[in-house]
Nanobody, 123 residues
């Protein structure tokens, strides 16, 4: 069982930046794709970004394209989400997920999940 732990959340003003990190408890025998999802109060969990096993391909939700950047450092078993130009509507709990089988934008595809980190963007 791989444990994922997110960090880096917090309170930031609109227009500001945060970098989220997602560390894995162990190095998998084969690196796999990773994703970030978020869930705002009263809303369903939604896809934010995903990255393939070696970082060569990235995918973004339209709502964050051009503002967020996903990256990974496999040597450190860590995936990052750089969030710039934050908006109040980005306020949510952010979750990293790993080992998807299927659509990278579908939360049902992922086997491993972190506990989440809270991001609050004030106006």
């Amino acid at each position: 069982q791989v444990l994922l732990v997110e960090s880096g959340g917090g309170l930031v003003q609109a227009g500001g930046s945060l970098r989220l990190s997602c560390g894995a408890s162990e190095r998998p025998s084969k690196n796999y794709a990773m994703g970030w999802f978020r869930q705002a109060p009263g809303k369903e969990r939604e896809f934010v970004a995903a990255i393939n096993y070696n970082g060569a391909s990235t995918y973004y939700a339209d709502s964050v394209k051009g503002r967020f950047t996903i990256s990974r450092d496999n040597a450190k078993n860590t995936v990052y989400l750089q969030m710039n130009s934050l908006k109040p509507e980005d306020t949510a709990d952010y979750y990293c997920a790993g080992y998807p089988r299927g659509d990278l934008s579908d939360s049902q595809s992922y086997r491993y999940w972190g506990q989440g980190t809270q991001v609050t963007v004030s106006s």
